[in-house]
């Protein structure tokens, strides 16, 4: 069991950047495949990123490339999500999950992870 923990959200304006960071105590984090979602006021989560175990391989969605890059560092225990060129449709509560597995099926699909982080809000303001 591991237990993510989210951080760096804030307030930038639209064009600005930010780095979140996913982290956690438990040594067995190196061993899960880490995904970042997002979700805005009333809608459905999205599928941002996801890394593998040994970040080995990376997945964005389609509306992330070029803009939102995913990485890991496992000496430090964490993940990090660099995201430029912010827009204020970006504005959401952004998470990082964990899951198990040595492959990344079903990596888009919120229900597949078996941990989450309480997430951090990040809001893009014009």
């Known amino acids: 069991q591991v237990q993510p923990v989210e951080s760096g959200g804030g307030l930038v304006q639209a064009g600005g950047s930010l780095r979140l960071s996913c982290t956690a105590s438990?040594?067995?984090?190196?061993?899960?495949?880490i995904g970042w979602f997002r979700q805005a006021p009333g809608k459905e989560r999205e599928f941002l990123a996801v890394?593998?175990?040994?970040?080995?391989?990376?997945y964005y969605s389609e509306d992330m490339k070029g803009r939102f890059t995913v990485s890991r560092d496992t000496s430090a225990n964490a993940v990090w999500l660099q995201m430029n060129s912010l827009k204020p449709d970006d504005t959401a509560v952004y998470y990082c999950?964990?899951?198990?597995?040595?492959?990344?099926?079903?990596?888009?699909?919120?229900?597949?992870?078996?941990?989450w982080g309480q997430g951090t809000q990040v809001t893009v303001s014009s």
């Open positions: 999950a964990a899951k198990r597995g040595y492959y990344l099926g079903d990596y888009g699909n919120a229900l597949a992870y078996d941990y």
């Open positions: 438990e040594r067995a984090f190196v061993t899960y495949n």
């Open positions: 890394i593998r175990h040994d970040a080995g391989l990376t």
